[in-house]
């Protein structure tokens, strides 16, 4: 009985620390020592990101580009070697993903906050077709 006994809080201990550990790693403390290997799939976020449309309505036949977080870029005239700067006119948000917008250079000028899987097909709604200057792309959905 006593073998059946140890065996049995072996099992318990087993599905308990299971537990704990599979809640450490949803949470992801950052003050966790994790591996090196950890670390980079926290850092690549699949869900990260930003497509930019240069025309109205998501329209694919014109310039458009995904852009993967995190990032900023305190200008746009050399975004995948095209100028974006005051070119776009729509764009979709990643589903784990908070978009800064800025109509000036660095940062500056009227800001925009777009939330995680939002899609604005008119930017002119929020007076800022063909006006982005700069941009960040967070990886949290706000
Ligand atoms: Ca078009
Ligand atoms: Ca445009
Ligand atoms: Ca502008």
Redesign the pocket.
């Known amino acids: 009985m006593k073998y059946v006994h140890i065996l049995l809080i072996t099992v318990y201990l087993t599905i308990f620390v299971g537990m704990g550990f599979g809640q450490e790693v949803r949470m992801g403390t950052p003050n966790n020592v994790i591996g090196p290997s950890e670390m980079e799939v926290e850092v690549v976020d699949q869900n990260c990101w930003v497509e930019l449309y240069e025309?109205t309505e998501f329209?694919v036949?014109?310039p458009h580009i995904r852009i993967k977080g995190p990032f900023e870029a305190g200008s746009l005239e050399a975004l995948a070697g095209q100028d974006w700067s005051d070119e776009i006119e729509s764009l979709i948000v990643g589903p784990s993903a908070t978009i800064f917008v800025y109509k000036d250079p660095s940062f500056s000028g009227t800001e925009a906050v777009f939330v995680a899987n939002q899609k604005v097909g008119e930017l002119a709604e929020l007076n800022m077709s063909d006006d982005i200057e700069s941009i960040k792309v967070q990886c949290s959905a706000m």
């Open positions: 025309d329209d036949d014109d």
